[in-house]
């Protein structure tokens, strides 16, 4: 995995654009899909950035490229059906566990009060979080045992044993679909095979200043880079320091209690605490977070 960062977004972009437009990468002609001459895929998240980066590139070709962005996490999706045998390959889009798909099949299941879109809407949100950032508790729930936590409260209890059932249903329906978290782990297994074939899979994936990353799709960006895929991830950092272990004030008010908690007092200086610039560390987590992400690679 190659990793590009810098302080100034203008510079970042120009670098980005320039190995973009390079010869073999980009050919205006044939970008179709989400995937470039070669099997190059640009991933951009941010709206914004879309346009500032259309703009770069028609400030240093001349002429208007409508490029095809991709989000990550359809791109690794269609990745693992990419890999998928011949009667199990589809588009991304087609999954029934994606949020866009989840909305209706929810929708129909959901019944008095609750059957609103809205209510809907959110539902299928949360669902899609817990398939990325939860899927212990979803392999729980398909096992049809409670997800347990520590201190749980009686909320807690009454809200998981409703969405524990809905997602059984919803499961019964598509029985014969694989949901998110289950497709990352047939990926991860394929891309883990010796010999493992890499022509479905893209040639080069471009990642523009990405907020955050989720675990599972920075691990299997690992693993497609170990299979042969170029992956290049550009990252607009917000200090040139090493901002990895700044506390925020909330953390300090929870180590505060904490001590307290303990029957101790233990100041700033005991615990060696890295104050650091108090906007990067209240306002900057996700970049804090998603550079100690890449070092753990290190």
Same mark, same amino acid.
Not at 141 to 148: D, L, M, V
Not at 170 to 193: I, P, R, T
């Given at each position: 995995?190659?990793?590009? %960062?810098?302080?100034?977004?203008?510079?970042? !972009?120009?670098?980005?654009?320039? $190995?973009?437009?390079?010869?073999?990468?980009?050919?205006?002609?044939?970008?179709?899909?989400?995937?470039?001459?070669?099997?190059?895929?640009?991933?951009?998240?941010?709206?914004?950035? %879309?346009?500032?980066? +259309?703009?770069?590139?028609?400030?240093?070709?001349?002429? #208007?490229? !409508?490029?095809?962005?991709? =989000?990550?996490?359809?791109?690794?999706? %269609?990745? !693992?059906?990419?890999?998928?045998?011949?009667?199990? @390959?589809?588009?991304?889009?087609?999954?029934?566990?994606?949020?866009?798909?989840?909305? #209706?099949?929810?929708?129909?299941?959901?019944?008095?009060?609750?059957?609103?879109?809205?209510?809907?809407?959110?539902?299928?949100?949360?669902?899609? $979080?817990? &398939?990325?950032?939860?899927?212990?508790?979803?392999?729980?729930?398909?096992?049809?045992?409670?997800?347990?936590?520590?201190? $749980?409260?009686?909320?807690?209890?009454?809200?998981? @044993? #409703? +969405?524990?059932?809905?997602?059984?249903?919803?499961? /019964?329906?598509?029985?014969?679909? +694989?949901?998110?978290?289950?497709?990352?782990?047939?990926?991860?297994?394929?891309?883990?095979?010796?010999?493992?074939?890499?022509?479905?899979?893209?040639? &080069?994936?471009?990642?523009?200043? =990405?907020? /955050?990353?989720? =675990?599972?799709?920075?691990?299997?960006?690992?693993?497609? !880079?170990?299979?042969?895929?170029?992956?290049?991830?550009?990252?607009? +950092?917000?200090?040139?320091?090493?901002?990895?272990?700044?506390?925020?004030?909330? %953390?300090?008010?929870?180590?505060?209690?904490?001590? #307290?908690? *303990?029957?101790?007092?233990?100041?700033?200086?005991?615990?060696?605490?890295?104050?650091? *610039?108090?906007?990067? /560390?209240?306002?900057?987590?996700?970049?804090?977070?998603?550079?100690?992400?890449?070092?753990?690679?290190?």
């Amino acid at each position: 995995m190659n990793i590009y %960062q810098h302080t100034d977004i203008e510079k970042l !972009a120009d670098e980005f654009t320039d $190995a973009l437009l390079s010869k073999g990468n980009f050919n205006a002609s044939s970008a179709k899909g989400g995937f470039l001459t070669g099997g190059n895929v640009i991933v951009c998240e941010s709206k914004g950035l %879309q346009e500032y980066l +259309q703009k770069k590139c028609v400030d240093k070709c001349g002429i #208007w490229i !409508a490029l095809p962005f991709k =989000p990550l996490a359809g791109l690794l999706m %269609q990745c !693992a059906y990419n890999l998928s045998s011949k009667e199990h @390959k589809k588009d991304e889009k087609e999954n029934a566990f994606n949020a866009n798909n989840l909305v #209706w099949a929810i929708y129909r299941l959901l019944e008095g009060e609750k059957k609103t879109f809205s209510f809907a809407s959110e539902i299928a949100s949360l669902f899609s $979080a817990y &398939q990325i950032y939860r899927p212990k508790l979803i392999e729980q729930w398909e096992k049809n045992e409670a997800y347990k936590i520590k201190n $749980a409260d009686e909320n807690f209890i009454r809200n998981e @044993k #409703w +969405q524990r059932e809905l997602w059984l249903k919803l499961k /019964a329906e598509f029985k014969d679909e +694989q949901n998110v978290s289950e497709l990352y782990k047939f990926m991860e297994s394929k891309l883990k095979e010796a010999g493992s074939e890499n022509r479905f899979l893209p040639k &080069q994936i471009f990642i523009f200043a =990405p907020v /955050a990353i989720a =675990p599972i799709h920075l691990s299997t960006l690992r693993l497609l !880079a170990k299979a042969g895929c170029k992956v290049n991830l550009y990252l607009f +950092q917000i200090s040139n320091e090493y901002i990895g272990e700044h506390l925020s004030d909330k %953390q300090i008010a929870y180590l505060r209690k904490k001590s #307290w908690a *303990n029957d101790k007092i233990v100041n700033e200086k005991e615990l060696y605490w890295d104050l650091g *610039n108090r906007l990067i /560390a209240n306002l900057g987590r996700c970049s804090q977070v998603l550079y100690e992400q890449l070092l753990e690679d290190l």
